[in-house]
């Protein structure tokens, strides 16, 4: 059990830092390139909200939104990585006939 914990560790951590590398391609504008998996920045904007219903309850609900309106929130940005469907190589044959057809007809 030992043995396994420290490996999940030590892949959890280089799972971070790889993320972290790929976050600053992203932001610094460098394309992932082509391949199975596709990453993307995924930005979420939050203010802290725990407040709110105490406002409402006690001040009311116009009083909460302008507030809400007026207090400065952040962004929170994280990537996202998601993995495509891999066409089998039986089929990249056709795709190369379509692509020769539709080049034929310009």
């Given amino acids: 059990m030992f ?26 504008g460098i394309e992932v390139e082509l ?3 596709d ?3 995924v930005y979420r ?5 725990p407040w709110k219903q105490i406002v409402i309850d006690n001040l009311g609900a116009d ?7 007026k207090t400065p929130g952040h962004a929170l940005c994280d ?11 039986w089929n990249q044959r056709n795709i ?4 020769e057809e539709d080049e034929s007809e310009q």
Avoid: C, W
């Avoid at 043995?3 to 610094?28: C, F, G, P």
């Avoid at 990537?79 to 190589?89: C, D, G, R, T, Y």
């Fill in 63 to 69: 009083f909460a939104e302008d507030v809400r309106k």
């Fill in 39 to 41: 990453a993307n920045l």
């Fill in 3 to 28: 043995h396994l914990q420290r490996n999940i560790d030590y892949m959890t951590e280089q799972l971070d830092q790889m993320k972290s590398n790929v976050k600053a391609m992203l932001i610094s």
């Fill in 45 to 49: 904007y939050m203010r802290t909200p």
């Fill in 96 to 99: 190369d006939d379509e692509n």
């Fill in 35 to 37: 391949g199975p998996f």
């Fill in 79 to 89: 990537v996202k990585v998601e993995e495509h469907a891999i066409l089998p190589l």
